[in-house]
Each structure stands twice: as C-alpha cells, then as structure tokens.
C-alpha cells in the first residue's frame, strides 16, 4: 500500500506571503533549522518547529528524516522549450538565425510520437532531477508533442502547464500550419488536457514574426472560448526582432500592442524575455496584470539584452524565473538565479538570495497566478518540494564552512550550486526523485 502520510523533517525556507518590493519578500521569509513538514494525500497540514511538531507525528506516519540538508518549496520554471534539450550550447548565433540555423531543424522531429514520448520522459526527469517541480513549457507545433509530455507529466502527478506552438509564416513549411487547423488542433488538446489532474493548458503564439493577424485572431478565439487557459509568448528579446515587428505590424504602438490588440495581454498571460521595452510597454503590463519570464541565462548566452528586474518592481509587473532551455544552458533554477544575480550587477542592481529564491518559488507561483496551489508550505498548498545539500563537492564544502547564517548559505547556493545539490524532488506529496535511487517509480 502506499503510505500518504509523511512527517518531514528538515531545516526548511521559503517566503510565506507574495511580496510588493524586495524589503517585503525579507519580511515575509521564514528559516526553520530543526523543522517537521506534515503531508497528508499530497497536500501540506503544517510546517512546525521540532519541538512544536513532533507530539502531531501519529503513529501510521510516515517519519523521514532529512536533517543537515535544507528543504525549499520545489523550483518554478516559467518559460522552457521540451524540444531543445537536445540543442543546448549551439555556437555562434543571436535569436533570429539560432531559430534559423539551429532550433527550427530540432523541432522538426517531434511529430513523431515515440521520438517526443521518449524526449517527453528524459525532459522531465531534468526538471525533477534540478529540483524543479512545476513549469511553463512551449513544445512544438506537432500536437503528438503536447500529447507525450502531458501524458509523462500526468504519470508524475506535475504541476505542468504547456502547449501546441502556433505558427503559420516566416518558419519552415514543414513547421507551419494554417489559422484554422492551428484553432482545431488547439480546441482538441484543450478539451482533452485543460484541468486534468494538474495539468493546465497554455495558448503559445510562438511570436509576432511567426504569427499572421490570422493566427493571432485564432489565438483570441481560444482564449475567449476557454477562458481559464494560460497564455505564453515571447516577447521584445532581441533588436533585430524588435525592428522586424515593427515592419510586419506597422499600425501597433510597439511590440506588446500586437498581442494586446489581439486581447492576449492578462491575467495568466506569460511574456518570455522582455528586455527592450519602452514605457508604455511596461505600463501595459502592469494595467493588463501580465506577467514576465525573466530569462537570464539565455538574454547572456543568446546575446539578447540585459532584463530590467528593478523596473518590473517599479512597474508593478509580476515576474518569474525562465530557464529558456535550449537558449538557457542549464535546467538549473539555481544556476539560472548565479546568472540573475550577474545581470543585476551589470546594472547596479543587488539581487539578494532572499528576492532571487523568491522568484523561483512564490513568485514564479504568482506569476502563473498558482499562488493558491504551490510556492511556499502554507498549510493547505500542494506538498512540492526540493531537498538540497548545500555542500557536495570539495569546493562547496570549504565554502560552506565559511557561511554565518542562511541567507549567505543560500546565496553562495545560487553561485556554486546546480543539480548536483538536489537530494530529493517530490511532488504531490511523493518523492519521485531521489539522488541513490535515481527515478522513484511514478
Ligand atoms: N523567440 C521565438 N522563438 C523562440 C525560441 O524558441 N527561443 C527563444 N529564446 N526565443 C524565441
Ligand atoms: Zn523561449
């Protein structure tokens, strides 16, 4: 039978309350050294003090025990590419001719159901793997592919949300599709994949230069016809693309007013990038309640700009963290949070370990409006979560020794840390992943 009643018990951080600036994300963080998560049919009783804890711990229990490590909520990926896995670290481009050159070739494959089966399980073993336990994820315009990552993800009990990339010019013929088939095909996988189990559907215009006025009226259409979808686009990575829209889209004000025109600005809608936007750009985010993926890793490898995270707090526009992989090089959050921190100091702007875990956790969860769900261990939420050793390798340990308290503990994480720090990933209240055993059966 299984057991689905755990008492964890661990040193545990998160940030129990969704934050207006970085001073309020401080408030709200909350250090547990000695402390005992309580999990009863994957969903979060109470997070305790040992001492305050242990008398709750019934027998029929589940006690394990994972002291000297640090448990944080499960990692939260807001923009990542299931298809480009496979071409991480592809020289020499920016956006437009790495899409070109090298992105548009990989995706190609995966309207073969058992290639995208097979590349479904090894992307979702990464994300659990480096602690990432829910994410926002662009497959490729092959409806097979969105079928093979929400069928693994379902078997895992993943806070997943993905969808068919729509794209109908300016990609090659074996990739594009026409608004109409593009509206049909979405229609289906939505009525079959939308709300099931945890799984939730996203609309994916892959960008203005691959969208006719057509496909985005397409996009509209869904999103009036199933209003509680997600919407994820990318949006104002890279000057070359800024100028390109402005010459295919010659009467909207800037780049996001051709989404908004199409009313795909909102609540649930996720803008990858958003690096060179001007005033009334941010100004709609903010009205529209949009969020953004700040991608950091793939804005330094793809060259594309450098994301302005003190704006978006001035701005009052949500923000998660995006690995962007395969623009992103790793699957890391922890990685990807080293790099967030460079694009800070490139810019004068000091991004604490404190703002940056929040960004992959809560805030990540607020920006997928999943704030009620996941993204701290407020009783109630959904039981994700990662089990970090903080102090692998020789390196780590001689730096940890020097570490005062946590938060220097979690910053020097975030610098020398990567998948090989994550002891356990569970979700939904299960370990599925552990570091001696590998895969725990689904
Ligand atoms: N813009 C349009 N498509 C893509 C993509 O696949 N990756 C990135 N980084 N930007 C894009
Ligand atoms: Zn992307």
Excluded at 262 to 272: I, K, Q
């Amino acid at each position: 039978t299984v057991c689905n009643r755990y008492a964890i018990r661990s040193a545990f951080f998160d940030i129990a309350a969704p934050a207006d600036n970085p001073q309020q994300i401080a408030d709200h963080a909350r250090y547990i050294d000695d402390g005992v998560l309580l999990i009863e049919k994957g969903k979060i009783v109470g997070l305790y003090p040992w001492q305050q804890g242990e008398a709750r711990v019934k027998a029929g229990w589940s006690l394990i025990d994972y002291r000297g490590k640090v448990i944080l909520p499960g990692f939260i990926d807001t923009h990542i590419h299931f298809p480009q896995a496979e071409i991480i670290g592809a020289y020499g481009e920016q956006l437009l001719e790495w899409l070109e050159r090298y992105t548009f070739p990989a995706e190609s494959h995966y309207g073969d159901m058992h290639y995208a089966t097979r590349m479904a399980a090894f992307f979702l073993q990464q994300l659990l793997s480096n602690g990432t336990t829910s994410a926002m994820v662009f497959a490729t315009v092959h409806p097979e592919s969105v079928e093979a990552l929400f069928s693994a993800a379902q078997g895992l009990g993943m806070r997943l949300i993905a969808g068919k990339v729509m794209m109908d010019c300016n990609a090659p013929d074996n990739l594009v599709e026409t608004a109409e088939s593009s509206h049909r095909q979405c229609q289906a996988l939505i009525r079959r994949w939308h709300g099931r189990g945890r799984l939730g559907y996203a609309i994916t215009p892959r960008f203005a230069p691959t969208s006719s006025p057509e496909l985005l009226s397409a996009a509209q259409r869904l999103r009036e016809e199933f209003p509680d979808t997600w919407l994820q686009t990318h949006l104002s990575e890279n000057p070359q693309e800024v100028a390109w829209v402005r010459e295919l889209y010659p009467d909207r004000d800037n780049y996001l007013d051709v989404y908004h025109h199409y009313r795909l600005t909102g609540r649930r809608s996720v803008f990858a990038h958003a690096i060179h936007l001007d005033e009334a750009e941010w100004d709609c985010l903010h009205q529209t309640q949009s969020a953004v993926a700040f991608c950091p890793s793939s804005n330094l490898f793809l060259g594309s700009g450098l994301f302005r995270l003190q704006q978006s707090w001035h701005k009052g526009v949500r923000i998660g963290i995006g690995t962007d992989v395969g623009a992103g090089t790793s699957f890391s959050l922890l990685q990807t949070l080293g790099d967030a921190y460079k694009v800070g100091q490139l810019q004068q702007y000091r991004l604490s370990a404190c703002e940056a875990f929040y960004h992959a956790t809560l805030g990540g969860a607020c920006a997928l409006d999943l704030e009620d769900e996941i993204g701290n261990f407020a009783t109630g939420k959904t039981a994700d979560f990662v089990v970090i050793d903080p102090a692998v390798t020789a390196l780590q340990r001689l730096r940890d020794d020097k570490c005062q308290d946590i938060m220097e503990r979690l910053f020097v994480l975030m610098t020398l840390g990567d998948d090989r720090n994550v002891v356990a990933t569970w979700v939904n209240g299960r370990p599925v992943w552990q570091t001696d055993c590998q895969e725990v059966a689904a």
